[in-house]
């Protein structure tokens, strides 16, 4: 069966560099949502979107932004990168943005900030 | 509040029963998942609980009692395989983000 995908896996930047990371849903999953997941830690909600609609946002800085595109994609904009923003990026999809939908995650982004 | 409380680590014996107990204050969710995860790779759905009582699926069983904010998974007849992170997670409506507790470190030994 078809997974989520994410790319790039790995990304290597500089402080104060962009980063541009892109998820695809499963097919047919019109919700996605973003994680952060620091060394050692839980992931933590970033944001969601239903039918290209933000639905929901948590701990996502400003320097962030995202959208979900017409064909439901994502993408994840990080701007002004810090040291700190060094973590997996898992984005998840499910079939809909209702409470209980199962969220599948996909392999997940490593960025590193030197 | 919505914190979520796990045992950090626990270690279990192949072939032997586990239970990973998870708690949560009352006010926050609508439902518990959990999930497991290898270190460095994505979390893969296990089981999922929005009403009270036992899910069972295979070697794996989750326990929802809202009432309670308590929650567990059973895993039986462990394999080595199984040594991962396990993680309670907890979603809310609307929005439908999860919150994750902090995860058990799973240690299968011979």
Redesign the interface.
């Known amino acids: 069966a078809a997974g989520?995908i994410q790319s790039p896996r790995h990304l290597i930047k500089e402080k104060r560099e962009t980063a541009t990371l892109k998820c695809y849903p499963i097919p047919r999953h019109d919700?996605v949502?973003w994680?952060q997941q620091g060394p050692g830690q839980?992931?933590?909600?970033l944001i969601?979107f239903?039918e290209k609609m933000q639905?929901?946002k948590?701990s996502i800085p400003d320097r962030f932004s995202a959208q979900q595109f017409s064909d439901y994609h994502s993408e994840l904009n990080m701007s002004s990168l810090e040291l700190g923003d060094s973590a997996?990026y898992?984005c998840a999809s499910?079939p809909g943005?209702?409470?209980?939908?199962?969220?599948?995650?996909?392999?997940?982004t490593?960025l590193t900030v030197l | 509040g919505q914190n979520i409380d796990q045992p950090t680590e626990m270690t279990a014996t192949e072939g032997a029963i586990v239970q990973i107990n998870c708690t949560y204050q009352t006010s926050g969710f609508?439902?518990l998942?959990w999930?497991q995860q290898h270190a460095?790779?994505?979390?893969?759905?296990l089981s999922?609980n929005?009403l009270d009582g036992l899910e069972e699926k295979g070697r794996f069983s989750s326990f929802l009692s809202r009432s309670k904010g308590y929650s567990y998974l059973l895993l039986k007849e462990l394999q080595m395989k199984d040594s991962a992170s396990y993680?309670c997670a907890g979603?809310?409506?609307?929005?439908?983000?999860?919150?994750?507790?902090?995860?058990t470190q799973l240690k299968v030994e011979l």
Request: glycine share 24%.
């Open positions: 989520v919700t949502y994680y839980d992931p933590q909600f969601s239903y639905s929901d948590g997996l898992f499910s943005g209702q409470g209980g939908d199962t969220q599948y995650f996909g392999p997940g490593r | 609508n439902g998942f999930y460095g790779e994505a979390p893969t759905f999922y929005v993680l979603f809310t409506g609307g929005g439908n983000k999860l919150t994750f507790g902090t995860g």
